[in-house]
Nanobody
Framework: QVQLQESGGGSVQSGGSLKPSCAAS?????MGWFRQAPGKEREAVAH????????YYADSVKGRFTVSQDNAKNTLYLQMNSLSPEDTAMYYC??????????????????WGHGTQVTVSS
């Protein structure tokens, strides 16, 4: 059973930084961060593929956010810098199975964490 637990969200002022983490149990080969603000669709923020070595960032966060993974701890991180109120959302961790289609499955039917709130004030 794959389980994901996010932590490290919080409230910061514009321009500040946060580094939420996602601790995973079970066998995962690709993991990512998604976010959803009230009244908006869920959007992908970033993902990392262990086998392929591919990293993806949404255009809205490119250059400000950095995703990384500690394989020994099976933990995903999201370093968020230069935060703005537009980044305010619930941030969810997701994971895909050990499959050649891991990334595809990450976007179709992943395991989900319960989310950590990020609030950025002006």
């Amino acid at each position: 059973q794959v389980q994901l637990q996010e932590s490290g969200g919080g409230s910061v002022q514009s321009g500040g930084s946060l580094k939420p983490s996602c601790a995973a149990s079970g066998d995962t080969r690709c993991m990512g961060w998604f976010r959803q603000a009230p009244g908006k669709e869920r959007e992908a923020v970033a993902h990392i593929d262990i086998d392929g070595g591919n990293i993806y960032y949404a255009d809205s966060v490119k250059g400000r956010f950095t995703v990384s993974q500690d394989n020994a701890k099976n933990t995903l991180y999201l370093q968020m810098n230069s935060l703005s109120p537009e980044d305010t959302a619930m941030y969810y961790c997701a994971a895909g199975p050990p499959s050649p289609r891991c990334v595809k499955l990450l976007y179709e039917n992943p395991y989900w964490g319960h989310g950590t709130q990020v609030t950025v004030s002006s």
